[in-house]
């Protein structure tokens, strides 16, 4: 009887003592209400910021690890550029092992190039990147990860969904000084570092999927950023210089970044 008492009294004790040292340390209640609120208003600045750029032109590496039926992860890499401008035009270039892709969209047409097939597809698209966005995902099921990023209230879209919110300080990334936060909703956490200072672009973006086994995760980040005066004037029209043949969207090949033997259904080579 003695020795539970006195085991229980020890573990009371190294509780109140590991309370006393979170309180110390300033991670009660209040301080994660402050670190909430604050990683809040970090996100909110980087949406603003965002919103404000008319034009933004910049280069991006992508991971995607994913994880096999037989629980093997895999890491797929991949490069591209973005130039946009708002509202309603993006240019968007994709270079991986297995597929080199282009996205052209002028403010009514949607272009879909798949270089490596050298195919191309088009459909009409009226509206702002926004819509075309939403079109993609919802109508034509076509995945685009990160893309809630180019869309014209990032915090709005993003936001909403999250139950869980932390200010995990700063970090470096590509000699950049960031502040890193990480959300959390019920399908996804999210990671995302912002490049202190008067530009507060996103540097890195993370996302981990909670519902799918192995929880496959989308790493993309973000280099040689530019805005307004820096972006060269762009040309957002298609020109088939590749004499690419035309083909029904529904033809057009899968432009994700799986190959075909590890898409679903899909075949080991």
């Given at each position: 009887m003695h020795g539970v008492v006195g085991k229980s009294a020890r573990i009371a004790k190294a509780g109140l003592s590991a309370a006393a040292l979170i309180l110390a340390l300033g991670w009660g209640p209040s301080a994660a209400n402050a670190d909430e609120?604050?990683?809040?208003?970090?996100?909110?600045?980087?949406?603003?910021?965002?919103?404000?750029?008319?034009?933004?032109?910049?280069?991006?590496?992508?991971?995607?690890?994913?994880v096999t039926t037989d629980q093997q992860k895999l890491a797929l890499a991949s490069s591209g550029t973005v130039t946009l401008s708002r509202p309603d035009k993006i240019r968007a270039t994709r270079n991986g092992g297995f597929a080199e892709v282009e996205l052209i969209f002028d403010g009514k047409t949607l272009t879909l190039l798949r270089k490596t097939d050298n195919l191309y597809a088009q459909v009409e698209v009226s509206g702002s990147i926004d819509h075309l966005v939403d079109e993609?995902?919802?109508?034509?099921?076509?995945p685009v990860p990160g893309a809630d990023l180019l869309t014209s209230n990032v915090y709005d879209q993003l936001m909403p969904l999250v139950v869980d919110t932390k200010d995990l300080g700063s970090g470096v990334i590509g000699g950049v000084e960031c502040n890193h936060l990480a959300f959390r909703t019920e399908e996804v956490d999210w990671q995302i570092w912002i490049a202190m200072g008067e530009r507060p672009y996103p540097c890195r973006y993370v996302i981990t999927s909670k519902q799918v086994a192995g929880f496959p995760q989308y790493t993309a980040q973000i280099r040689d950023w530019k805005a307004g005066d820096e972006v060269a004037a762009g040309d957002f029209g298609f020109k088939n210089q590749t004499n690419a043949k035309k083909v029904e969207p529904s033809e057009l090949p899968d432009m994700d970044e799986l190959p075909d033997s590890l898409a679903p259904g899909g075949k080991p080579q």
């Open positions: 609120a604050e990683a809040k208003a970090l996100f909110k600045a980087m949406s603003d910021y965002l919103a404000s750029q008319q034009l933004i032109a910049f280069e991006y590496d992508t991971n995607l690890e994913i993609l995902r919802e109508k034509y099921h076509r």
